[in-house]
């Protein structure tokens, strides 16, 4: 019997696992339940193909998304791996053929619609029973719980499913759950006692950046003009909108098309496939676009409109960079269009619905807004810890200089104060600057501090509240018409002369800028050959298009990368690539292997295959929790004495990452909890954990309270994990 680490090198060229997928993937060998959830990209589909090759019989795929059931299956094929799929897109005759493979056990994979479970009162289950299944893996699983968010009736065949086939592991894999939907995944499919894996949702590959909207039309064909190769999605609020962008876009010369609910389905799913065949460069479209779309190589989403929530942001720019390779979200923002949002958030006669819609909205134009870093407001935002200092959006990549804001904050708090905090922004700045106007009355002007902030603008006076906020110096009331409210902090600065030293952006970077960033991966990162990698691309969509699928199921951009970076010249060079497994060898080695050789050889280049010793992960290096080599320096610099603070300087690194390599070490055995914590602090937290059915430090930690930080938590979880796996 093969390894999963064969198997993985072998038909799917990759070097190593990530991180819970060796662990998913044991588990399921070992013939029990699992639940993982892993974001978007972040390979859940090897969790269950590698052991459906392990393992004798055929492993059973649930999958509620046609369009790419068919994709998945082009994908193993074209490793060489025998699997097929049934749903209603197949003629009768062609479901009887993908049966008979199946009773005849030729199948490793079967992907399955959810209808079929409940066609014929459920039929197809029952047909499993005379058919040898090595595992379950059932995709998109909050589907099945009425708590996510795209319950579907059919998935609730799946309750019966351990009942009937007690002894058949079930995986059940997801993107996107909360802790009650979570919970009630498990309990649905009912899985025994199941591994839970719960990946970071960080999306390191991802950059973000915030802009000001002002004459979005040119900044982003600017954007385009300064990323000429890569393929992304612009979001907008409107139809109109999307066509009036599209249509603007192309009488600029790009390859742009626009998506939105109103075309026809026919046109739709045109421009849909047209997108994922690399025919379209930019989709321009609404939120009706992307549920489903598996493109690997999106380099870029952008929201010219505020998305309306931060899931929804979350999950609109977690489309980007499936591949692993670096990508960006730029959005760009107004107040105009909050404004806009809230007439929308307001459903009359659902006073609830409302107050949570415009708090929704509230935090999304908190995160345009806040002066912080971007990926740590979203990781915090979805329950996960995050030190900031991600060095990979707009603020960790701004220059600062330090202000001394203490004598205009007291200014301004005080006019709170003594207004009794009963106004909103815009009167208190008035009252502040003296203003004449109606609602500044007799009383008001009576005052000591009215007019005490007429030295400076309105904008300025904007501005400082924003960043009180943020620092929590003061805070908005949550109404409709917010008022400023004082904090502890504010009577700190009031009563007790604290100091109030701001940051102040020196210069921002950008995403739209040509000198700042080094974003354009091809041409530096990674010093590949972009006329090749071009050439290679054109390539690529030959065979894809001659073999009717997609071109990143053909190679992925990341191979591509390789290819024109290291130069291989023959096919034992080839394995050395990522993505390039012994049977995709076979198959394209030739159809590659001679324009490299050629182009070597007009350019008087020769392989630099020796250079990239042992094959990369597709990943980029900044993906910080699936990296193997980083986890063991950072264990290497501990057990020879340095101290995390050391490691993190040494390294370049935040804390946080190192204490999360740390953490996997103690969860191995190589690190004792004593190690690296009071030892005596490790039992409370493991008896709050054991009674947890879904492990959540958060909640762990609330329970304990600030004497116990997240590494100490994170330490000792890891241990019981240990402990319990023996
Ligand atoms: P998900 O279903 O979680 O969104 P996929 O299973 O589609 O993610 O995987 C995303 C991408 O990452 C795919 O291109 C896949 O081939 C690649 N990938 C997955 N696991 C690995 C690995 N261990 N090494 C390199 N690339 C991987
Ligand atoms: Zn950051």
């Given amino acids: 019997m093969k390894s999963p680490l064969e198997i993985l090198q072998q038909h799917f060229g990759y070097d190593s696992f990530r991180l819970e997928q060796a662990s998913a993937i044991d588990n399921a060998i070992a013939k029990k339940d699992s639940f993982v959830l892993m974001p978007t990209g972040g390979g859940k589909s090897l969790c269950y193909q590698i052991p ?3 393992l004798e019989g055929t492993a059973i795929v649930i999958s509620p998304l046609i369009a790419l059931m068919k994709d998945q299956v082009d994908a193993l ?20 053929e993908t049966l008979n493979q199946l009773k005849q056990g030729k199948l490793k994979l079967l992907y399955v619609a959810p209808e079929k479970l409940s066609a014929d009162n459920g039929a197809f289950l029952n047909l499993l029973n005379e058919v040898d299944i090595s595992l379950f893996a059932i995709d998109e699983a909050h589907c099945v719980s009425h708590w996510g968010h795209d319950f579907r009736p059919d998935y609730l065949f799946l309750n019966g499913l351990k009942r009937q086939f007690p002894k058949t592991p079930i995986i059940a894999l997801t993107a996107s759950a909360d802790e009650i939907t979570r919970q009630d995944i498990i309990k649905q499919l009912n899985l025994h006692e199941p591994l839970v894996l719960i990946s970071s949702f960080d999306r390191a590959n991802i950059k973000y950046f915030v802009q000001p909207k002002q004459s979005v039309f040119n900044h982003i064909a600017q954007y385009l003009n300064e990323h000429p190769n890569d393929s992304g999605i612009i979001y907008c609020l409107s139809r109109k909108g999307t066509e009036d962008m599209a249509n603007n876009l192309k009488e600029n010369g790009v390859n742009a098309a626009f998506y939105h609910a109103g075309i026809s389905a026919i046109e739709r799913a045109k421009v849909q496939d047209d997108f994922i065949k690399d025919k379209i460069r930019v989709m321009v479209a609404t939120i ?7 493109k690997s190589n999106v380099r870029f989403v952008i929201h010219a409109d505020l998305p309306k929530n931060i899931e929804s942001y979350y999950q609109e720019t977690g489309r980007a960079g499936r591949d692993g390779l670096p990508s960006e979200a730029i959005l760009f923002y107004s107040n105009a269009d909050v404004m806009k949002l809230k007439k929308f958030a307001m459903i009359e006669g659902n006073e609830e619905q409302s107050t949570l819609m415009l708090q929704k909205l509230q935090q999304m134009s908190e995160f345009a807004e806040m002066q912080k870093c971007r990926r740590q407001y979203l990781m915090e935002y979805f329950g996960e810890k995050h030190d900031g200092n991600c060095n990979s959006c707009d603020y960790c990549l701004s220059d600062f200089e330090n202000w001394d804001a203490t004598i205009d904050t007291q200014k301004l708090l005080s006019a709170v104060y003594r207004l009794k905090e009963r106004y909103g922004k815009n009167l208190i700045i008035d009252f502040l600057r003296g203003s004449k106007g109606v609602k500044i009355t007799d009383y008001m002007r009576s005052l000591p501090t009215y007019g005490i902030g007429a030295n400076a603008n309105k904008t300025y006076w904007q501005d400082l509240i924003k960043q009180l906020i943020i620092n929590g110096f003061l805070r908005e009331s949550n109404e409709e018409f917010p008022v400023l409210k004082l904090t502890e902090e504010s009577n700190l600065v009031l009563f007790k002369h604290k100091k109030v030293n701001l940051r102040k952006v020196k210069e921002q970077a950008k995403a739209v800028s040509v000198t700042e960033l080094d974003t354009d991966y091809s041409a530096h990162q990674f010093d590949s050959h972009e006329d090749l990698f071009a050439k290679l691309r054109t390539l690529r969509r030959e065979i894809a298009e001659r073999e009717n699928v997609p071109p990143y199921v053909v190679f992925s951009d990341a191979t591509l990368l390789e290819l024109s970076t290291y130069l291989p010249h023959s096919k034992e060079e080839l394995s050395q690539i990522s ?22 050889i007009k350019n008087n280049l020769t392989t630099k295959i020796a250079e990239k010793k042992p094959k990369k992960q597709s990943t980029p290096k900044k993906e910080k929790t699936y990296e193997a080599g980083t986890f063991t320096t950072t264990y290497q610099m501990f057990k020879a004495g340095n101290s995390i603070e050391e490691i993190a300087k040494t390294r370049s690194l935040s804390l946080n990452t190192i204490q999360n390599h740390l953490v996997n070490f103690v969860e191995v055995g190589k690190i004792k909890p004593g190690e690296l914590m009071d030892i005596n602090k490790i039992e409370p937290i493991i008896s709050i954990a054991k009674n947890q059915a879904i492990q959540s430090l958060k909640a762990i930690k609330e329970e304990l309270g600030d004497d116990f930080s997240y590494f100490e938590i994170n330490i000792a979880v890891a241990y019981h994990k240990l402990q319990v796996r023996g």
């Avoid at 009706?288 to 598996?294: Q, T």
């Fill in 52 to 54: 459906a090759l392990v």
């Fill in 77 to 96: 094929r074209i490793n060489g791996i025998s699997a097929a799929f049934l749903n209603s897109s197949l003629s009768g005759l062609e479901q009887n």
């Fill in 288 to 294: 009706a676009f992307g549920m489903g779309i598996d």
């Fill in 579 to 600: 993505g390039f497994g012994a049977f995709k060898i076979e198959k394209y080695g030739e159809i590659i292997l001679p324009s490299i050789v050629d182009y070597c």
